[in-house]
Every structure is written in C-alpha cells, then in structure tokens.
C-alpha cells in the first residue's frame, strides 16, 4: 500500500481547515527518494478509495487531512511507490472521531515510519507492524524485482521472501497480546477456511493459535466468527 505534496496555497487552505476539525491525519515525511510517489486512501468494504494522490516534491511533505466525525471508525492507507516501476510500501491509518493520528519517518518505506494516534486499534496494528515489517520490506523489494526483471532464480527468492513474511504474520498472531483488535486480524485471516476447507495448509496451525482464546474471548462476535470459521460453528474446540 504510494504519493504527496500540495501547493503551499493549497496546504495553507487545508491546515486552516483542519483547526475545526474533530479528527485529523498529519504527515510529515521526508528523505523520499526521487520519483516516489504517495498515495492516502479510504478503503470500505476491501475497496479502495484515492482522496490525495501526487508526487513528492523535493521528496519532502507536510500535509493535514480532515477526517472529520465518524463515531465507528475508518480505514486509512498511506503508501509509496517509485513511480517508474512495480515497487511499493504502505501503512494502515486507523481513523476515529476524538483521535488525530500523525505520521512520521524518512525514507521510502511506509513501514519504517511512525504512526502516532491513542486509538487502540491503530496501536495494534503497529505492533503488527514492528513484528513484521523487516520481511516485509525485503518481500516487497524481491517482488518488484521479480515483476521488473523475471528469471527463475529471481522469482524463487520472491517466493522464499513470501513464505518468510507469512511466516512472520503467524509468528505475531502466535505471540501479540489477544485482545479485540487481536481478534478481529485473527478472525480475517480465519476466513479462508470458509472458501477453501480444512485441508488448507495453515489450518493445523490456526487451530493451535484457536487455544490462546478465552472463553471470554470465544464469547465476543469476533470469537464467535473465528469458531465458525474453524469448526463450521458446530464445536468450541478443546
């Protein structure tokens, strides 16, 4: 998940916004290599939906977004890319009303940068994010390499790099605190066994991974949709 930079008249004229509003998203990022670009989007219902999208000037930016009041919360996405080929880096952006958040950092990778913001959900996805973000930038390198150049040896270290980043998700699941947001990420990734069945490979271990619930956790809509993901809703495993 690529591009900023307004106009000073225009970043003036949204900054002032910004002063009434109940819920904003600061950015400040700098060091950008030449040719990024930074893309914010709102995603509803897993689309995506482009509200700034331009190119960094200078490689610096200092941008505010009105978020505005929304009482059950949003999905943000800040990502860069390098404008003349396939690479690419983002971070999710937690929105709720009474919480500004503010993103900072240097460099092109969005997982490098800091998202600040006292929503709880928005700090769970941060620690995700540390868990995993190493990989995930190497992934991501490969994977533009892979797409830009091809050849077998190439796309094996792609692979072996994807393997490693899915190692690294469960690895977080097995070992982050389970809390709402724990469950709800678990619950997501639970889903595939709707479409695909059991013999998936991940299973065994999501069934491992089902243990660290309480009952009290079993007993939430988000536990409730893990069960059934796992178990067809039929059993609450042992």
Known sequence: MKRILLLTAIAAIALTACQKAETTISFNIT??????????LKWEEDVGETFFDSAAVNGTFCYTYTCGSNSAGAIYGVSSR????????????????????TVTGSGFYAENWTVESENP????????ND???????????????????????????????QAKYNEACWTAMETL?????????????TD??????????????????YKRLSDADKATPA????TKNL???????E
Do not use: C
């Open 192 to 209: 595939i066994i709707n479409d695909e069945g059991t013999d998936w490979p991940t299973y065994p271990r999501m069934t491992e991974i």
């Open 121 to 128: 959900r928005q700090q769970f996805s941060n620690k995700f």
């Open 82 to 101: 390098n404008g003349n080929n396939h690479l690419g880096s983002g971070r999710d952006i937690y929105v709720k009303s009474g919480y500004n958040t």
């Open 31 to 40: 060091d950008l290599p030449e040719g990024t670009v930074i893309e914010i």
């Open 177 to 189: 605190p389970v809390d709402e947001y724990w469950l709800e990420a678990f619950a997501d990734a």
């Open 223 to 226: 536990g409730k949709q893990i």
């Open 131 to 161: 868990a995993t973000k190493d990989i995930k930038i190497e992934y991501e390198r490969l994977h533009s390499e892979a797409i830009d150049n091809g050849g077998p040896e190439l796309i094996e270290k792609y692979n072996e790099a």
């Open 231 to 237: 178990f067809g809703g039929e059993k609450a495993a």
